[in-house]
């Protein structure tokens, strides 16, 4: 498409993330991609570059990829929207993280929403990578398959948690200021070439392997298994807590903890204050249930999925020698206040009935 001035933000954190902006890179092959992350500082650095970039070129499009939006960010964001639109360009914002209605609704009127919403009748999960894929170019073979394995990386569907290559280098290549620019000319240029791994990349894993496995040992040696009273007395849930370093990939981490112990959830938090937030969906129902979406609300600009989310520390860590006890002590309250809401809820629910 030969369509002069579009931006694309994209998250920089996952495959998804990263094949979305190839595709949008392959639809629109002049456009600039800018790849950034969660948390309000990020997304005030987005807000300043959308307004510099629509007051300063010509009426093009502007596109949000794999960025979900919680109460923290949102505003700003819209206001971004808002700035563009009255600017005269196109805004499309696509995603499949949980919005709320309200969200939708206002964003709506400034913005094209293409999102993934389970009471849209789809018959399958949608990532973000298969869903640029089918609005913008759904014919495009290369775009299909890189569709296919952002979905396989999101969705992991084996008794086994996958750990592919890729996503522990992204994770690499964003935990060291010094390589993160390769996560444009080693990972985004070759994937929109159709080339998914390099000698340079082989290079990287072979470097980064031993340093991600010991780190990975570290957190799972280290890591509290704590058990949380459900309505099921006889069945208390038990979560994972485990610290881990910003280079290491924290759902493959979550993921071999959940492979490997007995838990229904998985959280891991680094020294910089993120948390990431798993549900063991091959355990019990009780496991089903549990949204990771509302306990990520707990937290510190916290949104996601139902079997996957995040957010940040409102602890800060920096600030305290008590990084440990500090973070399990917020993150057991978090998981508690989860519970306590949830059967309130349920009580009023009762109630009204």
Known sequence: MGIENVLVFSHEQDVDGLFSAAILKIAFPKSQIVLTNYGLEKMLQVKEKVTSFVNSNDPGILIMADIGINDASYSHLFNAMATSKDRGWKNIWVDHHIWEARQIKEMSSVCELVLYRADRGYETKKCTAELCMEHFIPDNKLAKK?????????????????????????????????????????????????????????????????????????SIEEMKVVEFGTDDKTNPLKAAIAKTEGF?????????????????????????????????????????????????????????????????????????????????????EAISNYFRKAKQNRLEKGLQK
């Open 146 to 218: 890189l569709a296919a394995i952002a979905h396989r990386t999101d969705f992991p569907d084996s008794d086994r948690f996958p750990i592919p290559p890729l996503t522990g280098l992204i994770s690499y290549y964003n935990g060291f200021p010094k390589l993160y620019e390769r996560l444009y000319s080693v990972i985004l240029e070759n994937v929109i070439r159709g080339i998914l791994w390099t000698v340079e990349m082989q290079d990287d894993i072979i470097i980064s392997s031993k340093l991600i496995e010991e780190s990975q040992a570290r």
């Open 248 to 332: 290491v990939n924290r759902s493959v981490l979550l993921g071999r903890i959940m492979d490997d112990y007995n838990v229904g959830l998985a959280i891991a938090y680094t020294t910089d204050g993120k948390v990431s937030i798993r549900r063991n969906m091959h355990l019990s129902a009780q496991v089903h249930n549990l949204s990771c979406n509302e306990i990520a609300k707990e937290f510190r600009e916290g949104g996601g999925h139902e079997g996957a989310a995040g957010g940040f520390l409102k602890v800060r860590l920096e600030e305290t020698d008590q990084v440990d006890e500090k973070a399990n002590k917020e993150i057991v």
